[in-house]
């Protein structure tokens, strides 16, 4: 027990370095940082054209109305921004590492594979606007469909958030992850954000067969749908603790995934 503490502590310690050296680097170039800002902000606005329809056409998806979409939508730009800054830039450079031997220098260090390739960088602009912008939504959603604001429901859509966190790394790492396998993946980065950003609606609005795969084969339409549903009353307590266990064992899926391809990874230099 104190060992597996011990090890929790010196990941988040390295994680806060991670954080603190990509602040610095960022900070050097204040021009870029504020750009970013800026760029970030005018693509959310276009996303945002959205809100502006579904309130427009007054548009009712499964019996909720436009505020209550606010949640859905907010959810996913909240997630989006999530993404981006934690995870995005990471596996991008994953099929870089390998094609140039990068990966052979993070093999010599007393740390995980896995945490060093998949975690190392944090953008600390481009999500900022997504995240502020999804919360300001969610709470708009939350007071307008008079959700009370009690522990349970707190604890239960953060609860469903980190699940959410959980299983966008598991399925937006895989792409990466076949680049161990594959000279060219970039095909495949460019088909998950496709996939990514048709889920930003409930998911009521597809057919029965693709919501099934989309929450049991590839869990997508748990990253946006299960915290707003929570909230509105549609889904249990029940499902959210199976939503948390099935992205564990996603996690540890993954994880089996990522040691069987760094099995088989031939250096860059031999």
């Known amino acids: 027990m104190f060992h597996t503490m011990r090890i929790a502590r010196k990941y988040m310690t390295l994680y806060g370095i991670f954080i603190k050296n990509c602040l610095i680097a960022q900070m050097e170039f204040r021009g870029n940082f504020i750009m970013s800002l800026l760029v970030e902000s005018v693509y959310l606005l276009a996303k945002l054209l959205y809100v502006l329809v579904v309130f427009r056409t007054d548009l009712h998806v499964n019996g909720i109305p436009p ?7 907010g959810m996913h730009t909240v997630a989006t921004g999530m993404y981006v800054g934690l995870f995005f830039t990471n596996f991008m450079k994953i099929p870089e590492y390998i094609k140039d031997g990068s990966l052979d220098l993070m093999l010599t260090k007393p740390v995980s594979l896995q945490f060093m390739a998949s975690l190392r960088y944090v953008d600390l602009a481009l999500p900022i606007p997504d995240i502020v912008v999804g919360f300001v939504m969610i709470s708009i959603g939350w007071n307008a469909m008079d959700i009370p604001l009690t522990f349970l429901h707190f604890a239960g859509f953060v609860l469903l958030l980190v699940v959410s966190i959980v299983i966008t790394y598991c399925l937006m790492i895989i792409p990466a992850l076949l680049s161990f396998w594959f000279v060219q993946t970039g095909s495949l980065f460019e088909m998950a954000h496709s996939v990514w950003d048709a889920n930003n609606f409930p998911m009521a609005i597809y057919p029965a067969w693709i919501r099934r795969i989309g929450t049991f084969v590839v869990p997508l339409f748990l990253i946006t749908n299960f915290g707003p549903m929570f ?9 959210a603790a199976m939503a948390l266990i099935g992205s564990l064992l996603l996690f540890v899926a993954i994880r089996l995934l990522w040691k069987q391809a760094v099995k088989g990874y031939s250096s860059a230099s031999s």
């Open 67 to 73: 505020e209550g979409l606010l949640l859905f939508i």
């Open 231 to 239: 909230l509105l009353g549609q889904l249990s307590w029940l499902y």
